[in-house]
């Protein structure tokens, strides 16, 4: 079904009432805003998503009866007067309405989507009438589980409504208020406002005063409503809804609560009014990475008020009164090729925190904390490699890639005599590469629109042009760039994306021997007659993604590395002959996985698909599953041996303040341990199993090597779209190449139609993307929902028609 957005109106101010603990007086503080809303002359509307207990009890009819004509709504009434999770098994479900109470058989338990949705039904249609004011009522606790044993605090976040907390009175009511008040925190709730009852023993509210007006957020505490009788006959059922109905019309007019409406209302305003002009101060004030200031409108900026899951929710003004002003926008780069557990996730923040609280920050140098160890120990159980046995730690991929360099650079120089300083040490690598903007991974890259400009830029090596992989009217192919079919040969069919990847079926063919004698005379040339000097090879596994997503043949990249390692005499005349492994042989190979490694292609690792185990391998963006900034070059105990002298000018002199940061170490931890377990729990099978009934594979009960979480029937349709030139999806990853006339190129604007009718989207949600020339490449999270991505394709399909 369509994503849920956030709830923001400008006509109707809707707040979420949350309790610190259960039997706290949500619905008696309910009724009491309701009512001082009712007696200005405005319209409030009460709903609880979800009541248990008997009928006579709901918390809706409570304001029915007492809500001085406030509108109310209960969507699922549970009989049993216990937690929603349990009352929701097999039970009796009541869907009351104003006139009469429906019963129905509950055949499974609803949905969390579906209870979002009619929820967000609900207040839209309250913001399309008179309805000035709307509270929505939780059960029970801020971690009180729905219907579906999942945590209220997580079951209604994605409508990120302002939270009325009622706080809680009783012995111990502090300590349950403030922890309810973190909880709802560390979600990116705003909690707008706190209201209790006066206790003169206890005394919570003049201690919590305190407490949350240095959070600036306003307190209000209200007598305690009167006592219930101990037993209910008729006179004095009648006696106690009189006392009740006294005490609702003198609390109604506190001023205190009168404060509180008006600042809530207040708030309202001034979100919108913020949300409306960030897009100019923006433009302003901020210099926005890889984009061309000239001629940027506010327009051209999104706007983003909060994100979860594989949404961001984005502000855009509305035409009519009734719809929310912030759209569900589906992350399409999965927040530049970060994002890989979902945004907003619960378990990475709590993680976060408890990493923060704990250390803070503490310097790395020399000393050791429990996370770094623990995430370097994971790591290379994760990566899997025999070569790998130590663990650098950096900030991010560029920084991770000029460590990478660097301890490539000194091994070969260490080991074949070369003196960098007199002497020019290149690198081989793949035309259309990038390994990041800092200066010395940048010279590690073709010359290219990003460097072209830059002034220290001087491209040191030689990169090889290569094979691409693509589907092209349904069919798979590998197509051999024209300059190099008379040495590599014609373009070939392939029969699945499996049979691209059955490397142990291709090293055998005709086609791999060209692919090495080509190599082989390219690298001999560049050394032996132009007396060049390599000092690294350097891969994206795969996908080179920021030269345009350039699905490289796996069998070139693996017939590279096994020439480069299996012919050392090609780089030195006094190179030892190729050792087996964890030594280096040739070159020390480096594979930069910072964007195609941790699952991002579907595995662990890029390099298994080459079936190659790399001497360095460097990786980020998913290593925190898209919380927060960390890398890690890992390399083999012969790469670190090199740096080993009693001089400390030989030490790996590379570092920042921030390394190993235990905050991020901790995230990354758990980010792997969620990774591994989604890969093996189940949750991918639905994709994998649609790549399996697709393909042509002999042994169709077998789980197949390569899979996306992309149909395989949506790359069918696109590649054959009239506008389309190729597709391909592997992981995570879906790539459109737009039919270009001039060539294409990171500098082509052929994308930029199918990125603006994205962007429009549809009737429940739209796009953000980002495109490199004529391609556009949409990516998810890991976590992403089957029905999300489904929603997608119907999107695609529809803008590509």
């Known amino acids: 079904m369509p994503p849920v957005g956030a709830a923001l109106w400008r006509s109707l101010r809707a707040h979420q009432v949350y309790g610190a603990n259960t039997d706290v007086g949500k619905t008696i503080i309910s009724t009491v805003l309701c009512n001082a809303i009712q007696r200005q002359n405005q319209q409030a509307a009460f709903l609880k998503p979800v009541s248990t207990g008997a009928l006579d009890d709901a918390d809706d009819r409570h304001l029915r ?19 929603p999770h349990l009352a929701a098994k097999d039970k009796v479900v009541r869907t009351p309405s104003i006139t009469q109470v429906r019963k129905l058989i509950l055949k499974q338990i609803p949905r969390d989507d579906d ?88 005394q919570n509210h003049e201690y919590l005063r305190d407490y949350f007006k240095g959070k600036s957020i306003p307190l209000v505490s209200l007598p305690a409503p009167p006592p219930r009788p101990d037993q209910l006959d008729a006179s004095s059922q009648l006696r106690d809804e009189e006392a009740m109905l006294n005490y609702y019309q003198k609390s109604a007019k506190e001023s205190e609560i009168l404060r509180l409406l008006e600042g809530m209302n207040e708030k309202n305003v001034k979100r919108i009014e913020r949300l409306e002009e960030m897009a100019d101060r923006a433009r302003d004030l901020i210099w926005y990475p890889f984009t061309q200031h000239q001629g940027m409108k506010a327009k051209d900026i999104t706007v983003i008020d909060s994100a979860h899951d594989d949404y961001f929710q984005t502000f855009g003004s509305s ?71 130590k663990v650098f730690y950096t900030d991010n991929g560029s920084t991770g890639m000029e460590v990478a360099v660097k301890m490539g650079l000194r091994a070969s120089c260490d080991r074949y005599g070369w003196d960098a300083s007199h002497e020019q040490i290149g690198i081989l690598g793949l035309k259309g590469s990038y390994h990041g903007d800092t200066i010395g991974v940048m010279d590690c890259s073709e010359p290219s629109t990003f460097n072209q400009k830059v002034e220290w830029y001087r491209g040191r090596g030689h990169w090889f042009d290569f094979p691409l992989v693509k589907m092209v009217d ?11 079919k ?23 063919s005709a086609t791999a021997l060209r692919y090495k004698e080509y190599i082989r005379r390219t690298i001999e040339d560049l050394v032996q007659r132009q007396g060049m000097k390599f000092g690294a090879l350097i891969l994206e596994p795969v996908i080179l993604g920021a030269g345009g997503m350039l699905f490289c043949d796996p069998l070139f990249q693996r017939c590279l590395t096994d020439v480069v390692r299996d012919h050392p005499e090609l780089f030195s005349n006094n190179a030892p002959a190729p050792k087996q492994s964890p030594s280096w042989s040739g070159l020390p190979v480096i594979f930069d996985e910072v964007f195609t490694g941790l699952y991002r292609l579907g595995r662990r690792t890029s390099a298994s698909f080459l079936g190659v185990h790399p001497d360095v391998a460097v990786n980020a963006k998913l290593l925190t599953g898209g919380l927060i900034p960390l890398c890690t070059t890992v390399a083999s105990e012969e790469i670190f041996n090199a740096f080993s002298s009693p001089e400390k000018s030989d030490a790996l002199l590379h570092g920042h303040s921030y390394t190993a940061h235990a905050v991020g170490c901790t995230v990354a931890v758990d980010s792997l341990k969620t990774m591994a377990k989604l890969d093996t729990d189940g949750s991918w099978d639905k994709y994998r199993e649609d790549w399996r009934t697709s393909s042509n594979t002999s042994n169709e009960s077998s789980t197949p090597n390569v899979w996306s979480v992309w149909s395989q029937g949506l790359l069918q349709d696109l590649s054959c779209a009239d506008s389309v030139e190729s597709v391909f999806a592997i992981g995570t990853v879906l790539s459109i190449s737009l ?41 998810s999270s890991v976590t992403s929902k089957p029905e999300n991505l489904q929603e997608m394709e119907r999107l695609l399909r529809s803008s590509l028609a």
């Open 65 to 83: 009866r007492f809500g001085a004509g406030t509108l109310t709504k209960c969507l699922y009434q549970f009989d049993d007067p216990v937690s």
């Open 319 to 389: 035409e009519t009164k009734s719809e929310s002003e912030l759209r569900p926008t589906f992350d399409g780069s999965a927040s530049w090729w970060t994002q890989g557990l979902g945004h907003g996730n619960p378990d990475l923040s709590l993680s976060a925190a408890y990493a923060a609280g704990r250390y803070g920050h503490v310097m790395f140098a020399g000393a050791v904390h429990e996370p770094a160890l623990s995430l370097a120990s994971d790591l290379l159980k994760t990566l899997d490699n025999p070569r790998f046995t």
């Open 115 to 202: 209870l979002l949705a009619s929820i967000h039904r609900t207040l839209s249609g309250w913001a399309r009438s008179d309805i000035d004011f709307a509270l929505v009522e939780t059960a029970g606790g801020v971690h009180s589980p729905g219907p579906n044993g999942n945590s209220q605090a997580d079951l209604y976040r994605p409508l990120r409504l302002p939270i009325v907390l009622v706080a809680d009175s009783r012995l111990g009511g502090i300590s349950s208020s403030i922890s309810a008040y973190e909880s709802l925190l560390l979600r990116g709730y705003d909690v707008s406002s706190v209201v209790l009852f006066r206790d003169e023993y206890y």
């Open 474 to 484: 349904g069919a798979w192919k590998v197509e051999v760039p024209n300059e190099m």
């Open 486 to 508: 008379k040495d590599l040969g014609e373009d070939a069919e392939f029969s699945s994306l499996d049979s691209v990847f059955d490397l142990a079926e291709r090293q055998n």
């Open 739 to 779: 039919r270009d006339a001039e060539g294409g190129g990171y500098t082509s604007n052929a994308a930029k139609g199918l990125q603006q009718k994205l962007a429009a989207g549809g009737d429940q949600f739209n796009v953000h993307s980002r495109v490199l020339g004529n391609i556009l490449y949409l990516m």
